[in-house]
């Protein structure tokens, strides 16, 4: 079975750090490009960053540049989103997502179910 | 960067109605556009990606459409697991982006 799983998330105060992980099965990971999408609460969707099949290319989202790392260990099958000088703006589900024949000009096929970020003092 | 608008944010309708979303992008970009679907407390669901190709296991009532920089979502026969919210996303250039989403209530 093809999945995603999501883990690191939780509870930081502001200025704090976190590392997401995402687990895959069930596919060749190695193979295909990567993302993170947020959705703050009862916000809609918000593409945070994209890592290519190597890891070679990486590409952020303009208000997280400088403050977000996305990294992959294709020998483990996971990805990973560090995160630092963490905001209350920040509070979201955070979800790893495949892109559909790792190519991301055909959308996202595949979802984790999120792992939460709680900003908050 | 590019931005979506979508419409209506809000779209009541029953069981049985033919519903249509617009996704209006700010600069071209081909037919490089998907859609997805969301129900409260999941992850989003693949519908509709290059614009107008239907993901497998997709019901053959959803369609997608482009015309121009203006995409449309239509659903032609509204059913009961389709009340949901509905994204539009452009894959053209970095940074990606989403629509601000549609919700589709039961009237």
């Known amino acids: 079975e093809v999945q995603l799983v999501e883990s690191g998330g939780g509870l930081v105060k502001p200025g704090g750090s976190l590392r997401l992980s995402c687990a895959a099965s069930g596919f060749a990971f190695s193979s295909c490009s990567m993302n993170w999408v947020r959705q703050a609460p009862g916000k809609g969707l918000e593409w945070v960053s994209s890592i290519s099949a190597s890891g070679t290319y990486v590409y952020y989202a303009d208000s997280l540049k400088g403050r977000i790392t996305i990294s992959r260990d294709n020998a483990k099958s996971s990805l990973f989103l560090q995160m630092n000088s963490l905001g209350v703006e920040d509070t979201a589900v955070y979800y790893c997502a495949r892109d559909k024949y790792s190519n991301p000009a055909m959308g996202v096929d595949v979802w984790g179910q999120g792992t939460t970020v709680t900003v908050s003092s | ?107």
């Open chain 2, 1 to 107: 960067d590019i931005q979506l608008t979508q419409s209506p944010s809000f779209l009541s309708a029953s069981v049985g109605d033919r519903v249509t979303l617009t996704c209006r992008a700010s600069q071209g970009i081909g037919t490089y556009l998907a859609w997805y679907q969301q129900k409260p407390g999941k992850a989003p669901k693949l519908l509709i990606y290059s614009a107008s190709t239907l993901q497998g296991g997709v019901p053959s009532r959803f369609s997608g459409s482009a015309s121009g920089t203006e995409f449309t979502l239509t659903i032609s026969s509204l059913q009961p697991e389709d009340f949901a919210t509905y994204y539009c996303q452009q894959l053209n250039s970095y940074p990606l982006t989403f629509g601000g989403g549609t919700k589709v209530e039961v009237k």
